[in-house]
């Protein structure tokens, strides 16, 4: 790979307005300008996502209307020319170094590159307590390395030769199909690293009904993909440990410094809460549906006989 590759930044967009400030983050990258190359995959039906990529020369714009964004991010990368394929998300803030900290990871010889992913609050010290909750534990780039050779495409750049070894992202997954590709590159030999240095800035969810939300995308979606990889048990019901109190959630709180003050530290308490719970709630609700799902199944079946 040249030592200054062309870079071609991967954004997934789905009626999102911080796509502009997302783009004029992108605009400002210390990496040679003439050497980026930005694609806008349309995910959704908001004309001001066009408007908005229409207005800054030389960002290409892609229709994917179908499916999730994983499927937005592979049309992006078939009309790509980008020896590198950056990807980050449009409610992300990549810092000015972000791609030069990452190519000069690949230049070293990783294949793959896990950047910092900073979670950050409307209000460090007063915040919801969802968005105290996602600022100790949204993110783990650095744990997801070093246990699976995992990576989040909030910040996640690659090479071409990787990316096309691997194959696309299964588009059929609504979640975790970035954790996945980069699981599938793994096996094939290929090589995660963690950068701390390539950092992208990311809002922090701020309210329970998007932390349910998120739940449910997550949890189903793992199900999800041990159904599409032959795994025909049904959904798993909570682990027991799940039903009890989160008591380390003191020992964390005070150990955080992403915590600031009292305030923040009562409120990632009640988030830690909330989370255990309705994880375990969630985690039953697809447990039940997937099991009535069966029986429909093979009442159907053994009517049909």
């Not at 590759?5 to 003439?34: F, I, K, M």
């Not at 000069?104 to 910092?116: C, F, H, N, S, Y």
């Not at 150990?255 to 009292?262: D, E, S, W």
Request: net charge positive; with cysteine; hydrophobic share 40%.
């Amino acid at each position: 790979m040249h030592a200054r590759p062309r870079v071609s930044v991967v954004v997934p967009v789905r009626d999102d307005p911080r796509l502009s400030a997302c783009l004029d983050a992108l605009a400002r990258q210390s990496y040679p300008g003439e050497l980026i190359e930005v694609v806008v995959a349309d995910n959704g039906d908001d004309p001001a996502v066009r408007e908005v990529v229409a207005a800054r020369p030389g960002v290409r714009y892609v229709a994917e209307p179908a499916g999730g964004s994983y499927t937005a991010r592979n049309a992006a990368v078939l009309v790509s020319t980008g020896e590198v394929l950056a990807f980050t998300d449009s409610d992300c803030l990549p810092e000015e170094g972000w791609l030069e900290h990452a190519v000069r990871a690949l230049t070293k010889g990783a294949d793959i590159v896990a950047g910092r992913v900073a979670v950050y609050a409307r209000d460090a010290s007063r915040p919801h307590p969802v968005e105290a909750y996602e600022l100790v534990h949204a993110f783990p780039q650095e744990t997801y390395v070093a246990r699976s050779g995992a990576s989040v495409t909030a910040n996640m750049c690659t090479t071409r030769a990787a990316f096309d070894a691997a194959g696309p992202f299964r588009s059929e997954l609504y979640s975790g199909a970035d954790v996945e590709w980069a699981q599938r590159a793994n096996r094939l030999g290929l090589r995660t690293v963690y950068c701390a240095d390539a950092v992208v800035h990311h809002p922090a969810r701020d309210s329970y009904s998007a932390l349910r939300t998120k739940l449910r995308r997550v949890i189903a979606g793992r199900h999800e993909r041990d159904v599409l990889d032959g795994h025909d048990a049904p959904a798993p019901w909570p682990a027991l440990r799940s039903l009890v109190p989160p008591l380390g959630a003191v020992r964390r709180a005070r150990a955080a410094q992403q915590l600031v003050g009292p305030r923040a530290r009562a409120a990632f308490l009640v988030g830690e809460v909330y989370h255990r719970y309705v994880a375990a709630w969630v985690t039953t609700e697809l447990a039940v549906r997937d099991r009535l799902r069966r029986r429909r199944g093979a009442g159907a079946g053994a009517g049909s006989r």
